[in-house]
């Protein structure tokens, strides 16, 4: 099964809300990535955690505040957004993240709208 | 990250005609992709080619990595080809990097 899921599919969310946004694969994939994307820009990456510990973090601000439970779950705290942090959210899993072997495969995306 | 640059960055087709998108990268790749993203987001795996040559249906990709370019063919398109096609390239650095993009449009 090469599928990753995230929830929820929207979001609308107030600049003093907290939510979260989770992921899931059961690939057993051992690494798992963060992007963000706002409008018809690439996906950038934020965070990657790799055996469950954090490896890079792509100087992203404190309000996004990544954890990841175990090897199959992975979530994204979120905490007096602004909205310029309104966009498309997406997970990726891939086996390991340091390797010369690394295919990603992605989730469909929370849509993140920050009033 | 590496750079990557893609080409062209939009594409109008007719249905079933040919088409070719290029990327080039800055760097040497350990990992590079390809992914078509459909209207709602989701990114789909087209493919996994570091170097060589695959075919999947009416998708294939070449990538010359000493060459540091990659090659996606869409033969016979369809309207459901239609979308934003990414190429991605991860360097000694393990970060995947996408291009801008190629948006395709087919028409009926």
């Known amino acids: 099964d090469t599928e990753v899921t995230q929830t929820p599919k929207h979001l609308v969310m107030g600049m003093t809300n907290k939510k979260s946004l989770k992921c899931e694969q059961h690939m057993g994939h051992r690494a798992m990535y963060w992007y963000k994307q706002k409008a018809k820009k690439p996906p950038e990456l934020m965070f990657v955690?790799?055996?469950?510990?954090?490896?890079i973090n792509e100087s992203v601000p404190s309000r996004f505040s990544p954890e990841c439970p175990n090897s199959s779950l992975l979530n994204l705290h979120l905490h007096a957004l602004q909205p310029e942090d309104s966009a498309l959210y997406l997970c990726?899993?891939?086996?390991?993240?340091?390797?010369?072997?690394?295919?990603?495969?992605f989730g469909p995306g929370t849509r993140l709208t920050v009033l | 990250g590496i750079q990557v640059e893609q080409s062209p960055p939009d594409l109008i087709l007719q249905e079933g005609a040919n088409s070719t998108l290029r990327c080039n990268f800055s760097?040497?790749?350990?990992?590079l992709q390809w992914f078509h993203q459909n209207p709602w987001g989701q990114l789909i795996n087209l493919f996994y080619i570091p170097s060589g040559t695959k075919q999947n249906g009416r998708l294939s990709a070449t990538t010359v990595a000493t060459e540091r370019y990659s090659l996606l063919y869409i033969s016979s398109s369809q309207t459901t080809d239609s979308g934003v096609y990414f190429c991605?390239?991860?360097?000694?650095?393990?970060?995947?990097?996408f291009g801008a993009g190629t948006t395709v449009t087919v028409r009926a």
């Open positions: 760097d040497s790749v350990n990992n």
């Open positions: 955690y790799s055996y469950e510990k954090l490896s």
């Open positions: 991605a390239g991860e360097s000694n650095d393990y970060k995947l990097s």
């Open positions: 990726a899993s891939s086996q390991v993240a340091i390797s010369s072997y690394n295919e990603q495969f």
